[in-house]
C-alpha cells in the first residue's frame, strides 16, 4: 500500500529518485550543425592521450592516469570544451590496442573503479591496455550535482493524495539541481557519450573500439555500435539493459526482478541457523514484508540522527541482491536490526548516503566553466553517483507524462507495481516520477539502436539478474540483429563476469582471441561459479 510517502527518505535511499529530475536539454541527436553541415572536430580526433602516474594515496601505483578533450556540444564544437577522465593498466603481453570499459549506472566512475577493482581484468592485459573513465557528468568529468536539493521539500507529503504538490517539489529540486551542475547537463546522455568514446578510441590510437560494458554500459555499447558500425571491434555486453522500454515499465520489471532476487536469498538464509526468519522460506517472505511495513510505521533512530525506514531497508536490501557473495554480509546485517535494532551494517549498503545533506558543504559548482577541466577527486559531489543517474536516463528517455496524466495514472500503477513485488514495488513507483517537467530526451536510442551492421557482438544475460532481466538480452540481441550473439548465465547476482568462472573464460576468450561461443550457449553450473 503506497500511503503516506517519506519524500526524505526518497532523497536519501534511491538511486533512481524523484528529486533529482534534471532541467536537460534535448540531447542526444548525432551531431549537425545549425546551418546543416558537419561540424570540425579534426581537432578531437587529432589528440594523444599523456599518461603519468595517477596522484592520490589509494591509487595503485602501476595505474596511469590522463585525459581527453571532448566538444561541451558536438554541434558547436567551438562553444567550449569538457576533459574526461581516463586511467589504464599498462597490457603485459603483446598488445592489440586498448579494451575500454564501463562498469555501468548510468553514473559509475570508471576511474575509481579501475583503482578499486582492477584485479579482475588483470587477464585481459594479456592483450590490451585496460582502460577506464569517467564519461561526461561523471566523476572527475565535469560532475553534474543536486547539491542539498532534498532539503527543500515536504517530508509530510501524501504521493497519493496530493500527486501535484509532489511534482511541484519535484519541478523545485530539479532547478536546484540545475544550479548545481553547470553547463554539461544540457549535453549529457548517452548518444553524446557514445560519441566521446570514439574521440577516446582514436587519441588511444585504435582504428576500432573494443569494449566490456556493464549494465548501463551495456546501452552505451549498442548505441556506439549503432553510431560508428564500422569502428566496433570486439564488443561484449554483460548484463544487458533494455533499449525500448519506458521508465515505468523498466520499474515494474525491475521490481519483479528483485523479489525474485529476495527470493531467492530467502530460500537460501532459512538454510542457515543464523537466518533471523526462521526455517520456512514462505513465512520468511512474509516476515520481510512485515519489517518493512513496520519501520515505514515506526522508524528506529541511525548513528546520523535520523530515522530508519521501511524504504531505507528495502533501498539496502536491493544493493545487496546485487551480488550472491553480499548474500552472508546481508544475513548478518538484518539479523542485528531484527535482534538489536541495529542499522549500522544495512547502512553500510547504501554506501553512506543516509548521512544528513545531499552534498558537500561549500563544495564548487561543479563544470561550471567554458572550459571544463578535470576536479579533484575530493572535490566530486557526494551526490554524483544518482545526480549522474538521473541526468543521464532522463536524457535517454524521450517520454513525458504530465501532471495530470500521473495523478490518474497511480492507482492503476501503484497495483501493477505492488503485484510485481510486494517489497520492491512501493520503492520502485518513483521511477514513474522521475523525468517529470524536463524536456523530453532523444528517441534516437529507442528508433535508431537496431539491425547493427557490425562485427558479431556477445551479449550476456544472467537468469537470476535483479536489474537487468534476462530477457532485455533477448530482446535487445533480436533488436541488434545477426551481429548479436547471446550467452545464458544461468546463475544469480547482476551480470556475469566477476560472478562466474564460466562467464569469465568465454568472455576473455572472445576479447583476446575472437573466439566467440555458439549462440545461445549457457553457463550457470555450481562449479562455475565462484
Known sequence: MLARMSTRSVFRHRAITVATGLALAAAGLPAVAADGSEPDLSRFYRQKVAW??????????????????????????????????????????????????????????????????????????????????????????????????????????????????????????????????????????????????????????????????????TRLGAVYAAQFPERVGRLVLDGVDTLTEPLSEQGVVGAAGQQRALEDFVTWCVKDIACPFGTDARSAREDVARLVESLDSDPVATDFGEDFTGQDLVGAISQALYSRELWPALERALASLVEDGDTRALLGFTGGMSAPGGGVPGLRAAGTGTDGGLVDQDEVPIDNLPAALMAINCADDPDRPGADRIARDLGRLRAAYEEASPVFGRYRLTEYLMCYGRPRGTDFIREKVRDVRTPKMLLVGTRGDPATPYRWTVETAERLGDSAVVLDNRSEGHTGYASSRCVHRKVDAFLLYGSLPPDGSSCGSEEDRD
Open 52 to 217: 603519468a602516474r595517477c596522484a592520490g594515496v589509494e591509487m595503485p601505483e602501476d595505474l596511469q592516469c590522463g585525459k581527453v578533450t571532448v566538444p561541451l556540444d558536438y554541434t558547436e564544437p567551438r562553444a567550449g570544451t569538457l576533459d574526461l577522465a581516463l586511467a589504464r593498466y599498462r597490457a603485459t603481453g603483446t598488445s592489440r590496442g586498448s579494451l575500454l570499459l564501463n562498469f555501468g549506472g548510468p553514473g559509475g566512475a570508471g576511474v575509481a573503479e579501475l583503482a578499486a577493482g582492477g584485479d579482475e581484468f588483470m587477464g585481459l592485459t594479456d592483450g590490451y591496455d585496460v582502460v577506464g573513465f569517467d564519461p561526461r557528468g561523471v566523476g572527475r568529468s565535469s560532475p553534474v550535482s543536486c547539491g542539498d536539493a532534498s532539503t527543500d521539500l515536504d517530508e509530510d507529503t501524501d504521493l497519493q493524495a496530493d500527486p501535484h504538490a509532489v511534482l511541484r517539489q519535484v519541478r523545485r529540486a530539479a532547478d536546484i539541481c540545475a544550479e548545481h551542475s553547470g553547463p554539461v547537463l544540457p549535453h549529457i546522455g548517452t548518444v553524446n557519450a557514445s560519441r566521446d568514446l570514439d574521440v577516446m578510441r582514436q587519441a588511444l590510437g585504435d582504428k576500432k573500439l573494443n569494449y566490456l560494458g556493464f549494465s548501463y554500459g
